[in-house]
């Protein structure tokens, strides 16, 4: 039992913390080489899809994303989505799509002459499952070597350390003034029964050796 409660207490964290790493944004700063839109029929990766852009109609099987191409200060490959979120999950409220993609295509570069951006988004790439990130924003930066410190993660992060924290303050409290007890009480209860059997066995045991005395 011991091993299946720790399976599930680490199960349940390792999905709390891709469910966050996930939702929270990310920057990147990479260099923008192309933007493009294709038409995409979500299928079984629909779930890392948005829904379709507001004001669109989101009835039809398929439907035209706009995607951004970069390649990271790294060197790596990056292919971003830009869809909008509208009011749904993540909460990001992000309904200027076309807007996005027009700053992108405008600080596109070359290698030759690079012009660097940092690009905020949030999700996953995984080219087998044919996911893409979805971006939220891009800014112009001086170089490669910009820092950037996460201000929103720390603050959420933190906000949801503290409620954690109370949380199992106050469960631990409740445990110990109302659980705890109860427990104790049972526990007690099953040793006074037995307590009792053992009694009535031992008074049953004298009774046999009582009669083969006889």
């Known amino acids: 039992m011991g091993y299946i409660k720790w399976a599930i207490i680490l199960t349940f964290w390792v999905l709390f913390a891709s469910f966050l790493h996930y939702t929270l944004p990310q920057h990147d700063v ?114 490669p070597d910009v820092r950037i410190i996460p201000w929103i993660n720390i603050i959420i992060l933190t906000l949801l350390a503290a409620l954690l924290w109370a949380i199992w303050v106050r469960w631990r409290r409740f445990r110990i003034a109302r659980i705890d007890p109860v427990l104790e009480d049972v526990e007690e209860g099953f040793e006074s029964v037995g307590d009792g059997i053992a009694r009535r066995r031992g008074g049953f045991r004298r009774w046999l050796d009582s009669w083969k005395s006889k």
């Not at 027009?102 to 596109?108: G, P, S, V, Y």
């Open 30 to 143: 990479a260099r923008i080489t192309d933007t493009e839109v294709r038409r995409v029929d979500p299928g079984e990766n629909r779930w890392f899809w948005a829904s379709a852009d507001v004001g669109t109609d989101g009835s039809l099987p398929n439907r035209d994303v706009f995607f951004i191409s970069a390649v990271r200060s790294g060197g790596d490959v990056m292919v971003y989505r830009n869809e909008d979120t509208g009011w749904g999950w993540p909460p990001y409220f992000k309904f200027d799509t076309s807007n996005l993609q027009a700053e992108a295509a405008d600080l596109r570069s070359t290698s030759a002459d690079p012009q660097w951006v940092v690009i905020k988004h949030y999700g996953w790439r995984n080219e087998f499952f044919t996911i893409f990130p979805n971006a939220i924003s891009v800014r112009a930066v001086d170089g």
